[in-house]
């Protein structure tokens, strides 16, 4: 018996410690609102250290809202994506200096042909150290547009998810007549800032 609690005792203080579990990802998200998603989902997919994007509706009056719904303009929702990324990848800073670049956010209601309060530009914040980063981020960008930003910033309600055909919309239509005109001429501008 003594033997057997020498024998653990030792394994315990000599041995290395293994695991078989593998090292976990810390993940955060940023929600965004820069026009149609589709455009800012296709963007935001080549980042570097960006996990995921799902399209969706923010920002609105009514539970569950569909896409038509969003059409009316009348639930205040904006089109919108979160953002699900590595902070040791790419920065909350980052990922918002990029924000600018993809969409105009000097546009009130409307990004190119897209006209609503739907299509507006907006930031929904998660926190309050997301909502310094949007601000600082906002008065930064201000030197590089001769117009006003008119980016909203506010805080996050629900995220609701897009319907399912809404995901991964680029991709899997790239010929699509909105995606050879629309959101390719935003995602060459993200391959651009990228330096791809």
Request: glycine share 16%.
């Given at each position: 018996m003594k033997l057997t609690a020498l024998i653990a005792l030792f394994c315990a203080l000599f041995l290395p410690m293994t695991s078989s579990a593998a090292p976990?990802?810390?993940?955060?998200?940023?929600?965004?609102?820069?026009?149609?998603?589709?455009?800012?989902?296709g963007a935001y997919q080549l980042v570097p250290g960006v996990k995921s994007v799902v399209s969706g509706y923010s920002g609105g009056t009514i539970k569950n809202p569909s896409y038509k719904q969003i059409c009316t303009g009348t639930t205040g929702h904006a089109e919108v994506i979160r953002i699900e990324y590595d902070p040791a990848e790419v920065t909350l800073e980052r990922l918002l200096q990029l924000f600018w670049v993809v969409h105009d956010p000097t546009t009130l209601n409307a990004q190119g042909n897209d006209h609503g309060t739907q299509y507006r530009s907006v930031i929904f914040y998660a926190n309050d150290a997301q909502k310094a980063a949007a601000e600082k981020a906002k008065e930064a960008a201000q030197a590089k547009f001769s117009d006003p930003i008119v980016t909203e910033i506010s805080p996050l309600g629900v995220f609701y998810e897009a319907e399912e055909y809404h995901q991964d919309y680029f991709r899997k239509n790239p010929n699509e007549g909105y995606c050879r005109y629309v959101v390719k001429s935003k995602v060459d501008k993200m391959k651009k800032a990228l330096g791809q």
């Open positions: 976990v990802t810390k993940t955060e998200t940023l929600v965004l609102g820069g026009g149609c998603f589709w455009c800012t989902e």
